[in-house]
């Protein structure tokens, strides 16, 4: 898998090297907003790595290499994952940067910020590699927009409800937090199966 990983590194490093810039400085911006978006954008990378390997016919090339297909899928997932921890790392260690120029403290609830938004990095990137998968990085970005579509109406149908419960129930934010974090795992664990079953069809 380390060879797949340089391999998609050096394709990646060579071709989009303005937007590896950009998530840069959007890390680096105060504001967890701007942090979040370059950790979503980070963890889209395998899906530009995939769209470069279909266009250089990467797959069936594979299929003379003594590749596994756990490897072959498993290499996209450990990039987006590899990509939105070093954007985190990052972020953090930028906030960390920050308070000590405006010797202002620096709480715990910063790292949890930046934990909570890698989580939804990574689980964006788990809906999305299966569909890349099964119909190809062109039609898969048009199902995962269509997918996007359905669920922001949904939560704009039922957000209020969902807020007024949560509310209700005085959930503790360690809780939640440990509850994201392992619901992060469950869907990246299923996503990871469900991509390795699609990647063996597809051959």
């Known amino acids: 898998m380390k060879a797949l990983l340089l391999k998609d590194f050096y394709t990646l490093i060579k071709q989009i090297k303005i937007f ?3 998530i840069i400085i959007f890390a680096a911006i105060p504001g967890y907003s701007i942090a979040g978006f370059a950790m979503v954008y980070a963890a889209m990378l395998p899906i530009t790595a995939l769209a470069y390997d279909e266009r250089s016919k990467w797959n069936s090339l594979a299929l003379m290499m003594p590749y596994s297909d756990e490897s072959m899928v498993g290499s996209k997932y450990v990039l987006g994952y590899i990509a939105a921890a070093t954007v985190a790392l990052f972020s953090i260690a930028v906030q960390i940067v920050m308070s000590l120029i405006k010797n202002t403290p620096f709480e715990m609830e910063q790292v949890l910020s930046v934990i909570l938004i890698a989580c939804i990095a990574t689980i964006i990137q788990a809906i999305n590699l299966p569909l890349m998968f099964k119909f190809g990085v062109e039609k898969g970005r048009l199902a995962f927009f269509a997918l996007i579509v359905a ?9 209020d409800r969902f807020l007024v419960s949560l509310s209700a129930s005085y959930v503790n934010v360690v809780t939640a937090f440990v509850a994201t974090v392992i619901f992060t795992l469950v869907v990246n664990l299923i996503s990871i199966a469900i991509s390795i079953k699609i990647y063996k069809k597809r051959e």
């Open 20 to 22: 590896i810039i950009m």
């Open 151 to 159: 669920v922001t109406c949904g939560v704009m149908v039922l957000g």
